[in-house]
Each structure stands twice: as C-alpha cells, then as structure tokens.
C-alpha cells in the first residue's frame, strides 16, 4: 500500500498540472470564487437586508455614489443586496443539491453494479421507471405535494437527479467488480459494504468529479426555471430564479432589474461549464 502513494500523489499532480494549464478553467475558478465570495459577503458591507424598504427612495435608479448603487426595486428594496441574498440560495441549494445527488447516486450506482444480478435489476427498474418521468413535470409534482418552498424544492431536485449519477456510477461498477483486486478483497474477508465503500467508490472518484461539475449547473439552471415560474423560491425570499421573472415583468419600463440577476446566473453558469471542461481534460487518461 506504501509503495502506491507516491502513484497516487504522481497521478494527482499530473491532473492538477492539466487543470492549471486550462487558462479558461482557472480564470472561471478565479471568476466563481469572487462572485460567491460577493453573494455571502457582500451584504454584511451594508446596513440593511434585503427585506428592508427605504420609503424615501423607491425606484430609486442606479447612482454608483449613493447608498443605493444599483438602486430600489418599487417597494424601496436594495436592489444589489436582494441580487446578492438570492445569490446565496441559487448557490447554496446548487452546490448542496448536487453534493447531495451525487452521494445518492454514486452509492445507489456502486452497489448496484457490485451485487449484480437480480438486485441489479430491481435497483436499475426502478431507475428506468423514474426516468420515464418528464423531468420537469416530477420536479413541479413533488414540490407540490411537499408544500413548496426552499426546503421541498431542494428534495424534489435531489430525488430527481441523482439518477444519472447511479447510472454511471453502476457500469463503472460492473467493471470493477470484476477486477483482481476485488476479487483479492473478497478473499481477504471484506464485507460487501466494505467493498463498496473503500474499493468500488474511490475508483469510481474522477468520474464523479467530473460529473459533479456538471451537476452544479443544472441544479442552479433548475432552481432558477422553477422559480421563474412561481414554484420554486417564492417572494419576499430571494433567488436568482424569481428575480429574473419579476425583471422580466418590467423589462420595457426598468431593464436593470432582469440585467443584474440575468448576468450573475449567466456568469456562474458559464465559469461552471468551463471548470468542468477543464476537470474532464485533467481527468482523461488520453491526453498527454
């Protein structure tokens, strides 16, 4: 075991010198860090909440010099600060919606592919039966039956997609269930479990990885589209979804309230989708 680590610091090093040479994918992680760094940080640089209303300047417009840079929306909200808060859902139900997905569907995938046979088979039915769904009609269903809100909009997104995950991860999975060294496991007396857990998963890890990025974005994409349509984070509660939707309202009369939400999304997306192109090349065994 001793004599794989310097392989395993080797190989990590190889995919990190890859990664850092992907100008586009570091500029991103430089660009993504700084915009969640402003959503989270931000609003402690001023002394009100986005909930608070400034009576003396509704609709106030944009005057870089005053205490509202960005100015009000038609209830004297700080414009800035309401895009900064619903930045800070947008991220966080992003990130931990695809952390959480993801953990679902690597394990649900790995001890599918591991057992086999006819546990394999009612696993990846019951897959194949969710799949059959339209995504965004189960995705409205199951934040209608829980209620809405933030907390049944992030479950309805993590209970429909960790199914790619557990999908990938699976074949993975069959794969390596028959390699030596499993086989080796098996013999030294390793729990199923164990297996699953200390073998097939760390195996399956670059692929995750590389997925995970991608899964990111689509669960921010997904919140914002169900919010847009009212069924997600609703008002006075912030998102990047619902702020877009109220700017689209008044884009013929006030086009700073879509241009603002509308370009920190698009921002985010963009730097994601550069930081998973790079990862996927880092991760390639055939590039050199």
Known sequence: MKADLPKLRSAASVQFSRFSANRMAMISVWLLALTVALCFLGPYAFPFTAEDADFDNISAGVDLFSIHPFGTDDYG?????????????????????????????????????????????????FVEV??????????????????????????????????TPAVIVRAQAQSLSRREFIEAARAGGMTSWQIVTQHIV?????????????????????????????????????????LIQIGTSQMATDLRLLLLPGTLLALVLFCLNFIADGLRDAFDPNEH
Not at 105 to 114: E, N, P, R, S, T
Not at 206 to 227: C, D, H, N
């Open 130 to 163: 969710l799949y059959g769904f339209p995504y965004v009609i189960l995705v409205i269903l199951l934040s209608l039956l829980l209620g809405g809100g933030t907390l049944a909009l992030f479950t309805a997104l993590v209970f429909t997609l960790w199914l």
């Open 202 to 242: 760390p195996n399956t890890i670059s692929l995750v990885i590389v997925y995970g990025s991608l899964l990111v974005p689509e669960v921010i994409l997904s919140e914002s589209f169900l919010s847009f349509l009212g069924i997600g984070i609703k008002e006075p509660q912030a998102s990047w979804g619902n």
């Open 77 to 125: 909200r700080d414009l800035l600060i309401r895009v900064l808060e619903g930045g800070q859902v947008s991220l966080m139900i992003g990130f931990l919606g695809a952390l959480v997905a993801g953990v679902i569907g690597v394990l649900y995938g790995a001890v599918a592919g591991f057992a086999g046979g006819r546990t394999d088979n009612i696993m990846m039915r």
